[in-house]
Structures are given as C-alpha cells and as structure tokens.
C-alpha cells in the first residue's frame, strides 16, 4: 500500500520534456531525462543493491507514453525504447521530493566515471 499521497494532477509536456505533478499547493517538474536515469527498473537499479547501471548520454531522451498501471503506478515509455520500469506513487513522490539530491548525486557520478549527459553529441553553433 503507498504511503505517499497521490498527486492530484499529472501533465506530459512532450515539447519541454518534463512530466509536472502537483502535490497539494506543491508543484514539480521532472525532465524526462532525470526520470530516465533514475528508471526503477532492474535495467538500471540493477538486481542488487551495488549492481545499478550508471545512465549516460539521456540529456535529449523525451517520454513518448504514460501508461497508468493497476491503481499504484505509471509506465513511462521513453523515446529511446526504454519502457521496463514501473514508477509507483511513493517512487514518483520520492524523485520529486528528493530531486535536488538525485540530481547532484547523479552529476557526481557521472563526473567520477568520466561520462557525461550529452552521450558524444557534438554542440553545432551559428556564426
């Protein structure tokens, strides 16, 4: 059973890439990117604790789906095919609760392993 409550209203932004959910008076805007590296599923969490995937290269990943599953959780299908993770109400409540955690941690790590957000996207510029 969730703890957490459930958000009273929940929009897809497809241009922005970002899934908004409304708590009460608190309002949250998660990147698709954020959602994606932080995926619930063994693909990315891993099957034991210590066995998680570190997510590279999802800066531009958008969410082509939200699949409402049973009365606990959502699907999010993503834009790069990944659609494996279910994102409960306590999982939705806690990204957007504790992003500003996630986020940092996140960019740690990536930075410790070396990689980055862009995947080897090349910046072109206009001059």
């Known amino acids: 059973m969730s ?6 209203e929940i929009k897809l932004h497809k241009k922005s890439r970002t899934l908004e959910l409304t708590y009460g008076d608190d309002r949250f805007e998660l990147t698709a990117e954020y959602l994606r590296v932080h995926s619930p599923s063994a693909e990315v ?11 590279t290269g999802k800066k531009l990943v958008g969410i082509k789906e939200l699949i409402p599953t049973g009365n606990y959780a959502l699907k999010i299908v993503f834009d790069d ?4 993770g279910l994102y409960t109400w306590d999982c939705l409540h806690d990204l957007a ?30 001059g």
């Open 97 to 126: 609760y504790n992003y500003d955690q996630y986020w940092e941690t996140y960019l740690a790590k990536l930075k410790a392993a070396g990689e980055s957000r862009d995947g080897g996207l090349i910046a072109i510029g206009r």
């Open 3 to 8: 703890k957490a409550p459930l958000p009273t």
């Open 45 to 55: 969490r891993g099957h034991g604790i210590g066995n998680g995937v570190l997510q």
């Open 81 to 84: 095919g990944h659609d494996s």
